[in-house]
């Protein structure tokens, strides 16, 4: 399989994925948008990964390679093709079918459950997995208002739309399954990324706990990852 990795920082790279892509037998072409790379052709691909970043969706002046993204992801779900989203990747999923996405009033940030509805406990991405199901979260902006054809697959009281499908085969999720070993760490290495932490918590203190308590979640979203790769896979 091959995969098409849409990347926008640095720091927010495929993580564990990498390694569950050369373990599968895949091969993965990354674009780095923030470089400048060019977005090739979509027809050589099986499958499209497009990780998180701290930009928000909207700030197409700011990032004008926001924009032929957008194209790109709509083209790729409107064809029908296997998509996973992973936090600013399921908001692009969002607003590039037609959705919108808002600035949240409470930021999200640390290692909480999210639970399944009906619709997510049957579903060809997330059937049999926990259920609440426990994930990283870091994000101060929501899906405010689903895509038509969406099915809300899972949820929490601070964040309506944690999981969604659009369509068949085209997946989103606000929380970040592919933390591997030192990645939280490294992210909070960055001062602006640590002043956003310490901000939204309240408390240099409540940061550290929030780099503490995500470093022990990566076993666990591990398992994760693995599960949502090979249903991805499945999807192909």
Known sequence: ??????????????????????EAGDSAHTVRLWEGDDIPDLAAFDAMLVMGGPMDVWEENAHPWLRPEKAAIAEWVGAGRAYLGVCLGHQLLVEAMGGRCAKMVIPEIGVSPVGLTK?????????????????MQWHGVEAETLPEGTTLLASNPACHAQA?????RAWGVQFHPEIDEGLVGYWMG???????????????????????????????????????????RGAV
């Open 119 to 135: 619709e997510g406990r049957a579903d060809g991405l997330l059937a049999g997995l926990p259920d609440p199901l426990r994930v």
């Open 190 to 232: 960055d001062p602006g990324n640590r002043a956003a932490a310490i901000e939204w918590l309240g408390s240099a203190k409540a940061a550290d706990q929030f780099a503490s308590d995500s470093a022990a979640h990566v076993p666990l979203a591990a398992q994760q990852s693995a599960a949502l790769y090979a249903r991805l």
């Open 1 to 22: 399989m091959r995969v098409l990795v849409f990347q926008h920082t640095a720091g927010e790279h495929p993580a564990c994925f990498t390694s569950l892509i050369a």
């Open 164 to 168: 969604i499908r659009v369509g068949n």
